[in-house]
């Protein structure tokens, strides 16, 4: 007998739906085919109390991969402030929750596979600090964006600042998961000489700006991190 297809959308729920954070619980709805039987769109809201948010926390798109080659990835908005009819609101990032959202998101996304977050032209803070620290050449790593795409355990970067061709939309900050041990370690190495020297060059400038100086606060704590391995 041949076993049922697992559709993208039943992996999103598995993996989403009904999980916490803080005071809220995760809910996927919304769900559109992509290109492909395994490629769906989705939104994730955001519930308090069961009062369901007004608009999504993120908007999505997520591939479940094919084999062993064409590995998952996951394209997606996020909003971190969220309203609740009659039960107010909340901001995901202010309450320090963003990382464990990143992370269930990233819990999706096995070895070789990325998570692209798009920041361009967003209303949130994040992502408009995001979108100035990599204009202004900070490690993509040491933006809001790119720390929590750290913490989640992502290490290859790329920027979308500017597509190269017709398909790949919104700017977008991307980070992929390493494959295996070897390519972890070469990409923390040159994660750690990149972050090393920014902080020295921000310290030579004399007192940062406030948004360097969180950059800066990011990078040692990086760092730190891989000091301790």
Known sequence: MVAPFVTPADVLVEALNGRRLGDVTLEVRDFKKGRTDRETYFNLYASREGVLSRRPVVQGLFFMGRGEYIRPWMEFRYD?????????????????????????????????????????????????????????????????????????????????????????????????????????????????????????????????????ARAVSRAENILDELASH
């Open 80 to 212: 971190p402030a969220v309203s609740f009819p009659g039960r107010g609101d909340l901001d995901l990032e202010a309450e320090r929750l963003s990382g464990g959202l990143f992370e269930l998101l990233g819990s999706l996304i096995p070895p070789g596979g990325s998570l692209m977050v798009i920041y361009g032209a967003e209303p949130h803070p994040m992502a408009r600090e995001t979108e100035r620290g990599l204009k202004r050449d900070f490690p993509p790593m040491a933006t809001p964006i790119g720390y929590h795409l750290w913490r989640a355990g992502f290490r290859w970067y790329k920027d979308w600042y500017f597509p190269e061709g017709w398909l790949e939309g919104a700017m977008k900050l991307q980070a992929t998961r390493p494959l295996d041990e070897e390519s972890r370690n070469r990409r923390e190495s040159e994660a750690r000489r990149r972050l090393e020297g920014f902080v020295a060059g921000a310290r030579r400038k004399g007192t940062p700006d406030p948004e360097e």
